[in-house]
């Protein structure tokens, strides 16, 4: 079965770091480029991070930039978010996600892991 | 950054009943254009590829459309299991961006 689990999540006080795990199996994971999403308490979905299966490509979304930091770690099967310097703001539940061939789709999605950030 | 928009953000409909939502972008994405279903505390699960192609295991009721800039979601014969929140995504470029969503509520 094709599967992800973040692990990870937690409360943080403001400014505080956080690193986000998402095991991975199921597939071949070093073969797929891989993303982080996020989505706030009752609202809709935000895209925060994207890596390349060979790591060379790295993308973030500006609200992230500069404070969070994707990862992985083919030989574990694993992808990973720092979060360092968090906001209120960055209070979301955190999923990584496969993405299809050549830039596409996002299937599957792991369950999620909740990040709260207050003082 | 590529912006979707969706339309209608609520809509009740009842069952049986056809129902089309849609996502418009902000400029061209071709057909890089894929529709995610959300039921409440789950992850997204994914319906539509590349704006027509319906993904493994999706209920034939489920179809897509559309190219360019403007793109619909049909659900035709809703039921009751089909209450949730439906979000567009765009692969075209990065930054990745999705839809607000679309939330559809059964009678």
């Known amino acids: 079965e094709v599967q992800l689990v973040e692990s990870g999540g937690g409360l943080v006080q403001p400014g505080g770091s956080l690193r986000l795990s998402c095991a991975a199996s199921?597939?071949?994971?070093?073969?797929?480029?891989m993303n982080w999403v996020r989505q706030a308490p009752g609202k809709g979905l935000e895209w925060v991070s994207y890596?390349?299966?060979?790591?060379?490509?790295?993308r973030y979304a500006d609200s992230v930039k500069g404070r969070f930091t994707i990862s992985r770690d083919n030989g574990k099967n694993s992808l990973y978010l720092q979060m360092n310097n968090l906001r209120v703001e960055d209070t979301a539940v955190y999923y990584c996600?496969?993405?299809?061939?050549?830039?596409?789709?996002?299937?599957?999605w792991g369950q999620g892991t909740l990040v709260t950030v207050s003082s | 950054e590529i912006v979707l928009t969706q339309s209608p953000e609520f809509q009740s409909v009842t069952p049986k009943e056809k129902v089309t939502l849609t996502c418009r972008a902000s400029q061209s994405i071709g057909i890089s254009l894929h529709w995610y279903q959300q039921k409440p505390d789950q992850s997204p699960k994914l319906l539509i590829t590349y704006a027509s192609q319906s993904f493994s295991g999706v209920p034939s009721r489920f179809s897509g459309s559309g190219s360019g800039t403007d793109f619909t979601l049909t659900i035709n014969s809703l039921e009751a299991e089909d209450a949730a929140t439906y979000y567009c995504?765009?692969?075209?470029?990065?930054?990745?961006?999705f839809g607000q969503g679309t939330k559809l509520e059964i009678k």
């Open positions: 995504h765009q692969s075209s470029s990065l930054p990745y961006t």
């Open positions: 199921g597939f071949t994971f070093s073969i797929n480029s």
């Open positions: 890596m390349s299966s060979t790591t060379n490509s790295i």
């Open positions: 996600a496969r993405e299809g061939p050549g830039g596409s789709w996002f299937d599957p």
